[in-house]
């Protein structure tokens, strides 16, 4: 894990099943960053029972965004908690008013976004398990799990999330379209959106490992 000398604060951006949890995995793992998800958050919520687990679970099985004011506080308030720490965001900011609300509290200093065709997207997340404490993924084709059905760390039962269905996963890719690719374009305009083409994560991952290894680098010597 590379040391960092700065808090360093990035977005991972892409739309569903475009990898994010899985190369957020991976840039956590080899970065240091803190991963902060928004679906785990609200999944965690759901799973917990909480009230706005309760509130919001309706929401997210129909494959709609759930209201920017709920979701900024949530996630803005995770980020006071996490303190000065180096951080990675995964599925927020996913609206305009969300980024604008990220960047009245916080300077981002890169947006890694994951340019995966639409086509590939379905195929993976109908066959997706989900380890809901962690957030780890796997996938039948890509990265199943040792023993079946189970969790590689805790040995705990992987599930299929609910909006994992082929209907739903039309209604977020649509959501995605509409809501989330404005998005794009904000932080191309602030200049620090990197974009990532390719069908396939392992080889899409060295191109975002080499970039972060030269940003990081950078911003440390900065600092220095
Ligand atoms: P989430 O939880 O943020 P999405 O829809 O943005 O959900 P999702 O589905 O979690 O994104 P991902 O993280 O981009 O996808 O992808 P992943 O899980 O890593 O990979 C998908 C699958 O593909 C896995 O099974 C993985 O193993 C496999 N895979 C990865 N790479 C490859 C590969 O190269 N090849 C193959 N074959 N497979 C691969 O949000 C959920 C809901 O919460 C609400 C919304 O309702 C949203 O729909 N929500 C918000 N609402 C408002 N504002 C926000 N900011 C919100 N955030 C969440
Ligand atoms: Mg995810």
């Known amino acids: 894990t ?3 000398q700065r808090v360093f604060r990035a977005v991972i951006m892409g739309p569903p099943g475009s990898g994010k949890g899985t190369i957020s995995g991976r840039i956590t793992k080899t970065f ?4 902060i998800s928004s679906g785990d958050i609200l999944r965690a919520n759901i799973d917990a029972k909480t009230e706005l687990g309760l509130l919001m679970k309706a929401c997210i099985d129909q494959g709609q965004l759930v209201p920017d004011d709920v979701m ?11 303190g000065q720490s180096s951080w990675l965001l995964d599925g927020f900011p996913r609206t305009i008013v969300q980024a604008e609300a990220l960047d009245d509290a916080y300077s981002v200093d890169t947006a890694v976004n994951l340019n995966v065709p639409f086509e590939i997207i379905k195929q993976r997340l109908t066959s997706r398990w989900t380890h809901l404490p962690s957030g780890r993924v796997y996938n039948i084709d890509f ?3 040792k023993v079946s059905g189970l969790d590689d760390v805790t040995g705990e039962p992987l599930v299929q999330r609910d909006d994992d269905t082929p209907e739903t996963v039309t209604r977020r890719l649509n959501a995605y379209k509409t809501q989330t690719e404005p998005v794009l374009e904000y932080y191309r305009s602030k200049g620090i959106l990197e974009t990532f ?13 080499d970039f972060l290894h030269r940003r990081l680098s950078s911003a440390n010597q900065r600092v220095a």
Do not use: C, F, Q, Y
């Open 2 to 4: 590379m040391v960092l």
């Open 197 to 209: 083409t390719g069908t396939e994560t392992n080889r899409i991952w060295p191109h975002i490992e």
């Open 72 to 82: 900024s506080r949530l996630i803005l308030s995770d980020l006071r908690a996490v």
């Open 32 to 35: 240091g960053l803190k991963h």
């Open 143 to 145: 990265n199943p799990p």
